[in-house]
C-alpha cells in the first residue's frame, strides 16, 4: 500500500514526519474543537491515528501501534487506517487489523464493533445518523464470501444489508439522506476479464440496484443534494 501524501507536523511539542495513507474529515458542521482532520499514520516502528489542526499543524495523538513482527497478511494492512469522522464529530471509527473500532474524539472508550470469530471487517462508513456500515469478509470452502453488515455505533443490532458475494466489496458511501447506501462490487464481465460495479442498496432492505459498471471504478460519493 502506497502512502497517499507526507505527513509533518507536531506530536507533544515534537516534530512528527510521516507517510500518510488516509485523511478523514468530519461532516459540514461537525464539532470537533478545532481538530478537524483525522490522519493515519506509518514509520518504519509502527503507527497510528493523530487529529490535526490544520491551521497549525499542530497534532494530538489518539492511537499508538507498534508494527509487528509477523504481518496480520489481512486487507488493511497491521496498522491503524481508515479513520472516519462520526456526523457530530465526537467519535471515530476506524481499523485495526481485521476489526472496525469506535473511540471518543480525544481517544478514549475504545472499542470494537459487533466483533465476530474469524471474520475480517474494514472500510468503515457512517451514516447521517451515527449508524456503521463495514465490510465483513468470512472465509468459505474456496475463498472469502463477502457481505456489508450495517450497525449502531456500539455493535448492537447488526444486520447484513446487501447479500454475500465471492467476487468481493469495498468503499460503503451513504447518501445525505441516510436512506441508500453505495458501495462497489466484483463483477463477473468476460467483456473487460472481470470488472466492478457500482451498486445502490436501500437501507429499508431488498435488492442493490447496479448504477454503472466498468473494468475498474474508484471512490464513490454522493453529491451534497443526493
Do not use: N
Amino acid at each position: 500500500m502506497m502512502p497517499s501524501t507526507r505527513f509533518a507536523g507536531w506530536d507533544k511539542g515534537r516534530p512528527v514526519v510521516a507517510d500518510v495513507f488516509d485523511l478523514g474529515r468530519p461532516a459540514q458542521g461537525a464539532a470537533t474543537a478545532g481538530l478537524d482532520v483525522v490522519v493515519a499514520l506509518a514509520t518504519s516502528a509502527g503507527g497510528g491515528l493523530l487529529t490535526l489542526d490544520p491551521t497549525d499543524g499542530r497534532a494530538h495523538r489518539l492511537t499508538q501501534v507498534a508494527r509487528p513482527q509477523r504481518s496480520c497478511s489481512c486487507r488493511s494492512g497491521d496498522l491503524d487506517s481508515r479513520p472516519a469522522w462520526s456526523p457530530d464529530g465526537r467519535q471515530v471509527a476506524f481499523v485495526r487489523a481485521t476489526s472496525v473500532f469506535v473511540m471518543a474524539a480525544d481517544g478514549s472508550g475504545l472499542h470494537r464493533v459487533a466483533p465476530a470469530s474469524g471474520a475480517e471487517d474494514f472500510d468503515p462508513a457512517w451514516s447521517p445518523s451515527g449508524q456503521l456500515a463495514f465490510v465483513r469478509s468470512t472465509r468459505a470452502e474456496a475463498g472469502f464470501d463477502h457481505t456489508i453488515v450495517v450497525a449502531d455505533r456500539d455493535g448492537r443490532h447488526l444486520r447484513p444489508l446487501v447479500e454475500s458475494s465471492r467476487l468481493g466489496y469495498s468503499e460503503p458511501t451513504w447518501s445525505p439522506d441516510g436512506d441508500t447506501l453505495a458501495y462497489l462490487g466484483g463483477m463477473s464481465r468476460p467483456d473487460v476479464g472481470g470488472g466492478f460495479g457500482l451498486f445502490a442498496a436501500p437501507l429499508r432492505g431488498g435488492p442493490s440496484e447496479l448504477l454503472f459498471s466498468a473494468a475498474s471504478i474508484s471512490s464513490p460519493r454522493w453529491s451534497p443534494d443526493g
